[in-house]
């Protein structure tokens, strides 16, 4: 069974920041692009950043400069450092696990039950 788990939520001030991490098990992840996407209330899921096996990343163009993707392949583990934050980053931020092509197109294989990212103004 595979497993996504999402840790680093969370309260924060406007230009404040705050790091996501994701640790999947149930297979290695090492060779596998991993990625993170977020939903706001009454919005659609929306990619954010993606992380190829190779460290090649991809982001957003709402969150280039400010949020940076990274792994750990040793832990199985991806993050998301998240600076100066905005109220509009507020959103449930999901991990998720699949082919770069599936990333990209938000139709990973994986998600992550989510963890909740509330920036107040």
């Known amino acids: 069974q595979v497993q996504l788990v999402e840790s680093g939520g969370g309260l924060v001030q406007a230009g404040g920041s705050l790091r996501l991490s994701c640790a999947a098990s149930?297979?290695?992840?090492?060779?596998?692009?991993m990625g993170w996407f977020r939903q706001a209330p009454g919005k659609e899921r929306e990619f954010v950043a993606a992380?190829?096996?190779?460290?090649?990343?991809s982001y957003a163009d709402s969150v280039k400069g400010r949020f940076t993707i990274s792994r750990d392949n040793a832990k199985n583990t991806v993050y998301l450092q998240m600076n100066s934050l905005r109220p509009e980053d507020t959103a449930v931020y999901y991990c998720?696990?699949?082919?770069?092509?599936?990333?990209?197109?938000?139709?990973?294989?994986?998600w992550g039950q989510g963890t909740q990212v509330t920036v107040s103004s």
């Open positions: 998720a696990a699949g082919p770069w092509e599936g990333l990209l197109s938000s139709r990973p294989d994986y």
């Open positions: 149930g297979r290695t992840f090492s060779f596998s692009p």
């Open positions: 992380i190829s096996w190779r460290t090649v990343t």
